[in-house]
Nanobody
């Protein structure tokens, strides 16, 4: 399974960005897909995830109401829409997928088997 994350860039505070995670070699319809982020000098943290059954999205508290995750099963791609970005959102964003039919914790990165290369989001204040 391979993941290709894209869509990062340099934006100003209050702007929006949409990240994409294109998955090949495995279907997202049967897997949980997570987004994690790592700021410079900090540990990688959970940002959000979308589970496979039920298909529900979950977010860390700091992004609730600003970030939205959804899947396009036909394209085997997961998206992360980020609105009202702040400097605190500056990080490398990684997408990751679990094994098929995963029922573990969506916010535990140990449950994710395959990771994308990361895409940098920089928010200037």
């Amino acid at each position: 399974v391979q993941l290709q994350a894209s869509g990062g860039g340099l934006v100003q505070a209050g702007d929006s960005l949409r990240l994409s995670c294109a998955v090949s070699g495995g279907t997202v319809s049967r897997r949980t897909v997570g987004w994690f982020r790592q700021a410079l000098g900090k540990e990688r943290d959970f940002a959000g995830a979308i589970t496979w059954s039920p298909e529900s999205a979950y977010y860390t508290d700091s992004v609730k109401g600003r970030f939205t995750i959804w899947k396009d099963n036909d394209r085997n791609t997961v998206y992360l829409q980020m609105n009202n970005l702040t400097a605190g959102d500056t990080a490398v964003y990684y997408c990751a997928v679990t094994r098929s039919y995963y029922r573990g914790n969506y916010n535990d990165e140990r449950g994710y088997l395959h990771w994308g290369q990361g895409t940098l989001v920089t928010v200037s204040s």
